[in-house]
């Protein structure tokens, strides 16, 4: 669980983008970015690909990205009536980025062995 998310509400912070994605999920389809080494929050986060990210134009692998997101608790885990995937899975509450905005990049890749 990502309770280190908790107090860092309107911190910028920085991350090095891994690669763009697609989303689905309750009806609606769009892109998403994957982070990665996100300074003070986590080892990688999958946020909604915005409209300010349009600004900064393509990214490539290894470029670092600086930018202002909005923390919000979830339930994650397995909520529904199978007793054995309750068990593997207990709902908890953990934490993500939610609304990126002013987003800018601010660099290249800091080492050849980002991933």
Do not use: H, W
């Amino acid at each position: 669980m990502r309770t280190n998310l908790q107090g860092l509400a309107g911190r910028r912070g920085t991350a090095v983008f891994r690669q763009y994605g697609a989303c689905r999920g309750r009806g609606c389809a769009g892109r998403s970015i994957l982070l990665g080494q996100v300074r003070d929050l986590a080892d990688r986060a999958r946020i909604n690909y915005t409209a300010g990210f349009d600004a900064v134009g393509d990214l490539r692998r290894g470029d670092i990205v600086r930018l202002t997101a909005a923390i919000d608790g979830y339930v994650k885990g397995y909520r529904r009536e199978k007793i054995d995937d309750r068990l593997m899975r207990p709902p908890a509450v953990d934490y993500r980025l939610k609304f990126p905005r002013r987003a800018e990049r601010i660099g290249g890749a800091p080492s050849p062995e980002v991933r």
